[in-house]
């Protein structure tokens, strides 16, 4: 009861209102709040660790930013509700939506520019002319169809698995490496249908996140990109629960040796057996592959935690 009512003290004030509602939308940072709320830093900073203290938002510090979300736990539930209650109509609220729009729109256009000054285009399936609706469509329906479904995107980039299945999850996480490609992803992820979603700064080799605290884990378009694949496959397995599946999607095997130059692959594509023996190596029972044509054939691997693995993590917790 205790933490109830201090949680009910700490949302009992405009601003703090305010800042819920837009972590409603989505991560934002500090001078993202000050830019829509027209408040100064201190002030600002000061109402965030009132509502951090008390678990209604959480914060996630990347480089220099520090990003506030509403969390995945009973406390982002109370402050979902808290949100739900507010009135739609209300002007402040409407004033703090369209400038948040702008502030995104501006996050995503900074973002977009450097990637253009490096030459690099940050869409993969549109830069290889690869039929991303078809991937959509194969990647959806190998999603289980159950509630309250955690969800890892490993090397998010835009963020593009996160919206396209925020429907069917009740959590979403991505990670990447690249602050340009979260910075994308945020900006994307900034609306009510997606707030379960958010997005942080990892390596794929090792991601801070507990063991077995995931039902599914999809890598997009990355293991090409792996020095070591089997590390990052066995890292991506590590987090799934028992039961989980994890999705690879990447190029089948080519003989496209400009990729590897242009492009910067480390491989060029996986074959069936190599990718089925890499699988199984991080003690998952790989499934069927599921074969999309186009200019580079793409293969979609599905993989779940195998019962051995499942019955070695239960001893180790045991002992």
């Known amino acids: ?33 000050t830019e829509i709320l027209g408040q100064s830093q201190p002030r600002l900073s000061r109402h965030l660790k009132l509502l951090c203290d008390c678990g209604l938002l959480d914060r996630e510090r990347e480089g220099a930013n520090v990003w506030f979300t509403l969390p995945a736990d009973h406390n982002g539930a109370l402050a979902r509700d808290l949100i ?12 703090d939506r369209r400038q948040a729009a702008r ?24 830069a290889l002319e690869l039929p991303a609706q078809a991937v959509e469509a194969a990647l959806t329906a190998l999603i ?34 690249s602050k340009a490609m979260l910075a994308l992803a945020r900006a994307r992820l900034a ?7 958010s997005v942080r ?3 794929m080799y090792r991601l801070p996140l507990a063991d077995a605290s995931f039902d599914v884990a999809v890598m997009q378009m990355i293991l090409h990109y792996a020095e070591d694949p089997a590390g990052v496959l066995a890292e991506a397995a590590r987090v799934l629960a028992p039961g989980g599946m994890l999705i690879v999607i990447d190029l089948a095997a080519h003989d496209r040796a400009d990729l590897t130059t242009r492009l910067a692959h480390r491989w060029p594509g996986f074959a069936d057996t190599a990718m089925r023996a890499l699988l199984a190596g991080a003690g998952l029972q790989p499934g069927e592959a599921v ?18 693995a499942s019955a070695a993590r239960a001893s180790a917790l045991v002992a």
């Open 84 to 95: 739900a209650r507010l009135p739609s109509n209300d002007p402040t609220l409407e004033a």
């Open 144 to 177: 289980p169809d159950r509630p309250a479904l955690r969800l890892l995107d490993i090397g998010t980039g835009t963020g593009r698995v996160l919206e396209l299945l925020a429907p069917r999850i009740r959590l979403g996480v991505g990670v990447d490496a």
């Open 201 to 203: 700064l990892a390596d």
């Open 1 to 33: 009861m205790d933490h109830l009512l201090a949680s009910l003290r700490a949302a009992a004030e405009p601003t703090r209102l305010r800042l819920l509602a837009l972590a409603g939308r989505g991560a934002f940072c500090v001078m993202e709040f």
């Open 103 to 126: 502030v995104l729109a501006e996050r995503a256009r900074v973002a977009s520019e450097s990637f253009k000054r490096k030459g690099a285009d940050w869409d993969e399936m549109r």
């Open 191 to 197: 609306s009510a249908d997606t707030a379960h979603c």
């Open 291 to 308: 074969a999309i044509p186009g200019p580079l054939e793409i293969r979609l691997w599905s993989a779940s935690v195998s019962a051995e």
